[in-house]
């Protein structure tokens, strides 16, 4: 999936402005090259296990929030602030990669998750829309806290021309318990409040970060200060391509959350849709994404990740133009099947952008930092502005906006995509 060193040592990355940037990139590139078959056999099985466990806990904290928030009578701008909790959650991101940069990843991975799973006990307590929002807040906000150990990790325990396919056999499985997860979770919120049923769900979500603590990750020695803050936000300047890169996902993501704002409120206000029919509608999600993992995974080994989050956006772009001609709530099965195949996509290509695009080792989490930080700042910003354009014009005219604006995102890329050789 990575470049050889070899590559590395006579073209290292385009744009790289002097000798000493592509000498700061061969240090630390070589993977541990000991990974035994049954060492990463044994880490396979033990991710698949805590993935089943994960997926009721990570519908509960995105699929569902923004819907039983608007039925709970929540207003646009609370609406708002669920659907960017995950964005608003990753603003801190580039901090805590700099933050745990020399703590040990798994210890890390551990501690903050076992604070993001129980901090969705604080549902019992969720007596009105707000609160329930800033408790999806907390849960999101730790979750993502994590993702720079997450991110080491799994660029340690699986090998370079394998991680994609694995990576995406794993969350197979996921897929396969979310469509049961799915089903169940949205029956049961049809029968018991979220104050009764988040609690059970934060209790699956313990046992799946105690099973993730059994694989074997070896923490090895800082061999460096921690990153000053400075120069960690500076990324994008001293890697050209890095910046321009995100650059260009920034504008199509931020489109596409100013989309995904008004979604719960097309399907609550105007299709009518019920617990029930979400819970349809997720599984039907999740079904699409066992297929669409297969086809990623062997994709992501093989493609730079880039490539597919360029793709991913333009299922997002399909998305929207079905909400925009929605009339039947019967076409979120339509929106089902895109949304499985995009998030797919956008999942394994997210942590495998940040390590193909670090010049080493240790910098895998400060890449993944500054791209989940910028998704948080366009999350502050796009579901607010939806919020304030919704108070002006229509939910179709901000789908109309929002479809414009990744169109011209998208085709926008198509030129980066040449800059940055990505091919």
Known sequence: MTESLEERQHGVKQGSPDLASAETALEGLEQVTTLS???????????????????VFGLAIVTFPAVLARKDGASDLVVSLVIAAPAIA?????????????MPKMKVMLGIGYAARLSLMLTLIAFNPLIFALVILLANTLEFAKMPAYASIMNQIYPDNRRG?????????????????????????????????????????????????????????????PTP?????????????????????????????LASAVFPI?????????????????????????????????????????????????????????????WSSWLLILVAILT?????????????????????KEDIPHYLGLYSSLVGVRGIIAPFLAALMLNFTGTRAVLLVAFIGITISSLNFVRVRRVLSLG
């Open 229 to 257: 803050l400075r120069k960690l936000l500076l990324i994008p300047r001293t890697d050209r391509r890095y910046g321009l890169f995100l650059w260009t996902i920034f504008l199509m993501g931020f489109f596409n959350l």
């Open 340 to 360: 499985g195949i995009s998030l797919a996509g956008a999942d394994l290509a997210t942590i495998n952008v940040a390590i193909r695009f670090a010049r080493t």
């Open 165 to 225: 396919e694995l990576m995406g056999k794993v969350r197979v499985v996921y897929s396969v318990v979310m469509v049961i997860s799915a089903a169940l979770l949205g029956a049961a919120l049809e029968q018991y409040s979220y104050q009764v049923v988040y609690p059970v769900v934060a209790l699956l979500g313990v046992i799946s970060n105690v099973i993730f603590g059994f694989i074997r990750y070896r923490d090895e020695p800082a061999t460096r200060t």
């Open 37 to 55: 078959p049954a060492e990463v056999r044994r880490s396979f099985r033990l991710d698949v296990v805590a993935a089943s466990f994960y997926s």
């Open 90 to 102: 990753q603003l801190s991101t580039v901090f805590w990669s700099r933050f745990t940069q020399n």
């Open 266 to 326: 097309v399907m609550v206000d105007e299709l009518k849709v019920s617990n029930g029919f979400l819970g349809l509608v997720s599984a039907v999600q999740s079904f699409v994404s066992i297929l669409a993992y297969f086809v990623w995974g062997k994709l992501s080994d093989r493609r730079h990740p880039a490539e597919i989050l360029f793709l991913t956006f333009v299922f997002n772009c399909l998305i929207v133009f079905v909400y925009l001609i929605a």
